[in-house]
């Protein structure tokens, strides 16, 4: 009975199971359909886990839609025209023109490194609507005269010279020399005595190189950097460069004051030419703006004008020098001045006296007053015993007792006394 009982139960158990499986192998086709479905009209479900794949698989890959690529736009780089002296006013379209140069117009060659370019530029801008003038441009960018494997100025000047025939020439270089110098066989440090004395040598040999092509020079020195170690440099720099133009008798244009604050410290904006607050400096502390490289050239402007003759005429109506007088007299007709002799402060014939104010040392007739003591001996009066200035330390003057009177004495009035 029992063992029956035991067999049914083990059946019913296996049927339950059957139907359980049988149940799960419909409905699980069923639902992987569904879902496929659902994924193919959905593709922007987030991905699966792993246990999600495991039992249903990944969502379907969407088709990749390949866009196709847009052309880039090349940039078109707009170079500003140049403007002589500033003679448009900022509310205008666009500034003049730059006039076409004579023929016999006179050339300003203009070498150096970078800087010296940027120079180059601001007076091709100074000098674009004068036709009598003409900038050349022959700088090489990373030059300098510690390099002259690289390029040799002095050497290399003349034949420039004799190619573009200027009328001065313009020199800005020294920011690529902050570097060791090859002396023979040797390498000299920056800034040791063997590297100065080379340096200054071959500036010496330039600046005879153009003196050779009776051509005039106008060295610009360099300005201040960003970096306090270069400007220390830079006014190293300075001191050679003047003393080469000045025993070369060229002129030295002394730039420094114009891109330093009141206190001499590097500046990024100041005034420009017209006074105007702008950036003069690039960001990098080293290079110049446009406004800068204007201003840069301003410096040079001068000394030029008095070489190429390009000075302004006077303004009509302005006044002009004032009219020396002739000063060429007949000597005869001049009045005799007449003239007083030095006197010595120790004459005896000075007024009467023989010593200075004060001094006398004759013997006088009466004995000083306390306020002579005082002011030319210099000793006062001495100070009441018991005194606030008394420090002699003597005690204080008892003061008299005072007279008994005889009650019976007649008091003397000034009457009785006039009658006796």
């Known amino acids: 009975m029992l063992r029956v009982r035991q067999s049914g139960s083990t059946d019913r158990s296996w049927r339950r199971h059957g139907a359980l499986v049988l149940a799960a192998l419909i409905v699980l086709p069923l639902a992987l359909a569904a879902v496929s479905d659902a994924v193919a009209q959905d593709d922007l479900r987030?991905?699966?886990?792993?246990?999600?794949?495991?039992?249903?698989?990944?969502?379907?890959?969407?088709?990749?839609?390949?866009?196709?690529?847009?052309?880039?736009?090349k940039a078109v780089k707009v170079r500003r025209a140049p403007s002589a002296r500033r003679l448009y006013q900022p509310g205008d379209a666009q500034p003049p023109a730059?006039?076409?140069?004579?023929?016999?117009?006179?050339?300003?060659?203009?070498?150096?490194?970078?800087?010296g370019s940027r120079l180059a530029e601001g007076l091709a801008e100074a000098y674009a609507q004068s036709p009598t003038v003409t900038v050349v441009d022959k700088t090489e960018g990373s030059s300098g005269f510690v390099r002259d494997d690289h390029y040799d100025w002095p050497s290399e000047v003349a034949s420039l010279i004799d190619e573009v025939k200027p009328a001065a020439v313009v020199m800005m270089l020294g920011s690529n020399d902050r570097q060791q110098m090859r002396i023979g066989e040797a390498r000299e440090e920056k800034g040791s005595d063997a590297w100065l004395k080379e340096y200054e040598a071959r500036a010496t040999l330039f600046a005879a190189a153009v003196a050779d092509k009776k051509v005039p020079l106008v060295w610009v020195g360099m300005p201040s950097f960003k970096a306090a170690s270069m400007s220390s440099?830079?006014?190293?720099?300075?001191?050679?460069?003047?003393?080469?133009?000045?025993?070369?008798?060229?002129?030295?244009?002394?730039?420094?004051?114009?891109f330093v604050d009141e206190?001499?410290?590097?500046?990024?904006?100041?005034p420009d030419v017209n006074g105007q607050p702008v950036k003069l400096r690039t960001s990098d502390g080293v290079n110049f703006t446009d406004d800068g490289k204007r201003k840069l050239a301003f410096y040079a402007e001068k000394p030029l004008e008095k070489i190429l003759g390009t000075l302004p005429p006077p303004t009509a109506g302005a006044p002009g020098p004032a009219v020396v007088p002739d000063l060429?007299?007949?000597?005869?007709?001049?009045?005799?001045?007449?003239?007083t002799a030095p006197i010595s402060l120790s004459d005896?014939?000075?007024?009467?006296?023989?010593?200075?104010?004060?001094?006398d040392t004759r013997p006088r007739e009466k004995p000083r007053t306390p306020a002579e003591k005082l002011a030319i001996e210099g000793i006062g009066p001495a100070a009441s015993p018991g005194r606030a200035d008394d420090f002699s330390g003597s005690p204080k003057a008892a003061a008299a007792p005072p007279v008994a009177q005889d009650p019976q004495a007649v008091p003397v009035t000034s009457g009785a006394a006039a009658a006796n």
């Open 46 to 73: 987030p991905r699966r886990n792993f246990l999600q794949r495991l039992l249903f698989g990944d969502y379907p890959e969407p088709p990749r839609q390949i866009r196709p690529a847009k052309p880039r736009k």
């Open 98 to 115: 730059e006039v076409a140069k004579a023929a016999d117009a006179r050339i300003v060659l203009v070498v150096g490194d970078f800087l």
């Open 233 to 258: 440099d830079m006014l190293a720099f300075n001191d050679i460069y003047r003393s080469v133009a000045e025993n070369a008798k060229d002129e030295f244009v002394d730039v420094w004051d114009g």
């Open 263 to 270: 206190n001499g410290a590097f500046v990024l904006s100041g």
């Open 328 to 339: 060429a007299r007949d000597p005869d007709a001049i009045a005799k001045i007449d003239r």
């Open 348 to 359: 005896p014939e000075l007024d009467g006296g023989a010593d200075l104010l004060g001094y």
